[in-house]
C-alpha cells in the first residue's frame, strides 16, 4: 500500500441535452487527465449530459421540452455510455468518479443524481443516487436509495464520494466517515461565487467540502462542473438564469485547499494526496470511533436498493 495518491479533477462543460457527445467530451478529457498518472479521476454532478439548469426558471413549454429531452437523454447502467467510460478508465488506468443522470432501467420514467465509480480495471464498483435531490431539484430526479451510500476499497485506501447538499444533510457524510474514508469526491454542479449572496440558500460547495476534509480526516476532490450560456442550445437559452462558474478545488484532511479554485475555465487540477496525513488527522479526531459516543447515538442505515413499485 502506498502512501501517496494522485489526484484529478476535470472541470469542464458538456454538451448539454446531448449523451454522444458529451460522453467524447469525458472520453477525452479523461485520455488527457491519464497523461498526468492520476489514481483518481473525478467529474461533477450529473456532468452526463449536464446539470438541470432549466429547475430555476418558472414552468413554461419550454421548460417541459427540456426536461423531456434530458428524460431522453438519460443514462443506463447497462447502455453504451458506461461501457465506453469503463473502457476509458481501465485505458487511464486510474479510478473514474463520475455523476450522470441515471435512467430508471424498468420505467424509463424516472432519473436519478447518480455518482458511478468505476475501478482502474474497468470495473463498476459503486453507483450511488442522491438521497434527497434539492428543492427544485426534485422536479427531475426521484429520491435514491442508501444501496450505494458506501466507500469502495482501492489497494491504497477508502474512496467515496456524494452529491451537492447531500454534504448538507450531514448524516449521509457521517454514514461514510462511519465506514472509514481516505479519500472522498465532493461532486457540485459548479457554483461558487466570489462574495457570498443575499438569498439564504447557496451552494456552499467550498465551505461544505472543507468541512468534509476536515470532519473526516480525509483528501477530498472538490469537483464542479461548469456551463456558460454559450454551453447551452439555443432553444433553451430563455430558462437560462445564472452561470455554473466551476470552483473545482483540492482540499487536504486539515481542511485547507492545495490545489485550486479553478473558476471560470476549463482544465485539470492535480495534487499528490498524502495518506500519512490522513491517519494523523484522523488520530486527533474520529466522529464515529473514538471520538464519538456511541452508547448515546447510533445512526442506523437502510442500505436496501429501493423502488416505488414491485421489481420482477
Known amino acids: 500500500m502506498t502512501d501517496i495518491v494522485r489526484l484529478c479533477t476535470v472541470q469542464a462543460a458538456p454538451a448539454y441535452f446531448d449523451k454522444a457527445a458529451s460522453l467524447e467530451t469525458a472520453l477525452d478529457w479523461i485520455d488527457r487527465a491519464a497523461k498526468e498518472n492520476p489514481d483518481v479521476i473525478a467529474f461533477g454532478e450529473a456532468w452526463l449530459p449536464g446539470y438541470p439548469f432549466f429547475i430555476d426558471s418558472p414552468l413554461s413549454d419550454v421548460w417541459w421540452d427540456a426536461a423531456s429531452e434530458l428524460l431522453a437523454n438519460g443514462i443506463l447502467m447497462d447502455g453504451p455510455e458506461v461501457t ?109 461565487p466570489e462574495t457570498a449572496p443575499t438569498q439564504p440558500v447557496w451552494a456552499r460547495q467550498l465551505l461544505l467540502s472543507r468541512a468534509f476534509a476536515s470532519q473526516a480526516g480525509a483528501w477530498v476532490i472538490c469537483s464542479a462542473g461548469l456551463r456558460m450560456k454559450a454551453h447551452v442550445p439555443e432553444r433553451f437559452q430563455p430558462l437560462y438564469e445564472f452561470d455554473h462558474n466551476g470552483g473545482a478545488a483540492i482540499i487536504d484532511p486539515r481542511g485547507e485547499v492545495v490545489a485550486g479554485l479553478l473558476r471560470d475555465e476549463e482544465g485539470l487540477l492535480v495534487a499528490d494526496a498524502d495518506l500519512s496525513l490522513a491517519r494523523a488527522c484522523k ?9 464519538s459516543r456511541p452508547d448515546l447515538f447510533r445512526l442506523e442505515v437502510d442500505g436496501k436498493e429501493i423502488y416505488p413499485g414491485e421489481r420482477g
Not at 145 to 152: S, T
Not at 283 to 291: I, L, N, T
Request: proline share 5%.
Open 84 to 192: 465506453a467510460l469503463r473502457k476509458a478508465a481501465k485505458r487511464a488506468k486510474a479510478d473514474l468518479v463520475i455523476g450522470v443522470n441515471e435512467l430508471d432501467p424498468q420505467t424509463r420514467a424516472t432519473l436519478y443524481c447518480t455518482m458511478l465509480t468505476i475501478g482502474r480495471d474497468g470495473t463498476v464498483l459503486n453507483r450511488h443516487r442522491k438521497l434527497k435531490p434539492t428543492h427544485h431539484e426534485r422536479s427531475v430526479w426521484g429520491d435514491g436509495d442508501a444501496k450505494g451510500l458506501k466507500p469502495v476499497q482501492r489497494d491504497w485506501g477508502r474512496l467515496s464520494s456524494l452529491n451537492c447538499w447531500e454534504h448538507n444533510a450531514v448524516l449521509p457524510a457521517y454514514a461514510l466517515m462511519a465506514q472509514g474514508v481516505d479519500v472522498h469526491v465532493a461532486a457540485w454542479p459548479g457554483r461558487e
Open 283 to 291: 488520530v486527533a479526531s474520529d466522529p464515529a470511533g473514538h471520538y
